[in-house]
């Protein structure tokens, strides 16, 4: 059984910077593609960036390019996300995602991946 937890959220200015972990439990950690969603209350959950299994390729969001960066160390099982230059609309709640076979022309979509974190919260300020 696979567990993910998120950390390192918090409550930051405009501008700062924040890095999210977060720790897996389970077997093949190298094998499961990950991704980073977030969510405010009442909306969607909405794709941030993804990372491939070995860690070669990233993507990201249009609102998150050049901004945030999603890494992944495969032998401690933790994947990353350093958010730099925060913006208001950065606020929300943000959580992992993995999954073992996704096909990766789905990898913004939600339902594609099978298991999920319990998210961090992300509160940006003025």
């Known amino acids: 059984q696979v567990l993910l937890v998120e950390s390192g959220g918090g409550s930051v200015q405009a501008g700062s910077s924040l890095m999210l972990s977060c720790s897996f439990s389970?077997?093949?950690?190298?094998?499961?593609?990950f991704a980073w969603f977030r969510q405010n209350r009442g909306l969607a959950r909405e794709f941030v960036a993804a990372?491939?299994?070995?860690?070669?390729?990233?993507y990201y969001a249009d609102s998150v390019k050049c901004r945030f960066t999603v890494s992944r160390d495969n032998a401690r099982s933790l994947v990353y996300l350093q958010m730099n230059s925060l913006k208001l609309e950065d606020t929300a709640r943000y959580y992992c995602?993995?999954?073992?076979?996704?096909?990766?022309?789905?990898?913004?979509?939600?339902?594609?991946?099978?298991?999920w974190g319990q998210g961090t919260q992300v509160t940006v300020s003025s």
């Open positions: 990372v491939t299994r070995n860690g070669d390729k990233t």
């Open positions: 389970g077997r093949s950690f190298s094998s499961y593609f």
């Open positions: 995602g993995a999954d073992f076979s996704i096909d990766q022309a789905r990898m913004t979509v939600r339902e594609a991946y099978e298991t």
